[in-house]
């Protein structure tokens, strides 16, 4: 595949955080590299890069609407996060300092697509930009697909904690933002769904951290069901350190919230009173 104008673009916009190699663009493996991430300390830059994120998710793969979710939750992101994103001095033009935005990038996609008979190369240009986002949004956000944020029933020592209990990894615990309501069928067990919010609403989590969740996400989705779905979200966590050494810090965690798709509870389902 030819190096289109769109692939330029998105070069520029993503080597401010990794080198892409050139095999990329003749389809062989894609590999990206970016720099090891800082704290999080302060959430409230993220919230729009992931609900961008969130969107992406929602799409089908290799489509126009998931690659365009990316490069933008792409572009808030590196907005967002400590780093520098200028241009080299002997690269700029006049009146410029930072490389060309995603949005830039995605206009000229969004064009692409829209001639005619530009089918298979749109296509192949999805699949070679989509993989690449992907991988440098773990590495911004340290490796999200590593951690999930339990609330109910998967905890230790509850009803369904051994549809994790075979992932090795560590347990911390955390707090998210949102609130619980009596609506899922873990509901009708007692364990109410997490909707999440802004209004400074807190629900005590438990973060697993393992490097067996990224093989696990299909059969823990499919575990769920339709009436929750995957997100990502910024869990307060406590990092090791006692007293003035101890920090406060955010990271980004899955976490499965409800949808349209959850039943309310009916008071007689109930089998034990929420943890």
């Not at 907005?79 to 995603?102: I, K, T, V, Y």
């Not at 051994?162 to 009708?188: F, P, Q, S, Y």
Request: some cysteine; aromatic content about 4%; hydrophobic content about 40%.
């Amino acid at each position: 595949m030819g190096t289109l104008p769109v692939h330029r673009a998105a070069d520029a916009v993503l080597d401010g955080r990794a080198r892409v190699p050139p095999a990329a663009a003749a389809g062989r493996a894609v590999t990206a590299d970016a720099p090891a991430p800082g704290p999080i300390r302060d959430p409230t830059p993220l919230r729009g890069a992931l609900s961008r994120l969130n969107e992406a998710r929602l799409a089908p793969e290799r489509s126009s609407a998931r690659l365009g979710a990316l490069l933008s939750g792409f572009e808030q992101l590196a907005a967002a996060l400590p780093g520098e994103d200028r241009l080299p001095s002997e690269d700029r033009r006049p009146g410029e300092d930072r490389r060309p935005g995603a949005a830039g990038a995605l206009a000229e996609l969004e064009g692409l697509l829209a001639e005619p008979g530009l089918e298979t190369g749109a296509a192949a240009l999805r699949e070679y930009l989509e993989p690449i986002l992907e991988r440098l949004i773990e590495a911004l956000l340290d490796h999200p697909e590593r951690r999930l944020a339990v609330y109910g029933s998967l905890l230790p020592g509850e009803n369904n904690h051994h549809h994790v209990a075979t992932l090795v990894g560590r347990w911390v615990a955390g707090t998210v933002e949102g609130t619980l309501h009596d609506r899922g069928w873990a509901a009708r067990q007692g364990y109410p769904g997490f909707v999440p919010g802004t209004s400074g609403d807190r629900v005590t989590v438990k973060v697993l951290e393992s490097l067996g969740l990224p093989d696990a996400w299909d059969r823990l989705d499919a575990f769920e069901g339709e009436a929750y779905r995957r997100i990502l979200a910024p869990v307060e966590m406590k990092k090791t350190g006692t007293g003035a050494g101890s920090e406060t810090v955010w990271r980004v965690c899955n976490i499965y919230q409800l949808t349209a798709r959850a039943r309310p509870a009916r008071a007689r389902d109930r089998k034990r009173d929420p943890a």
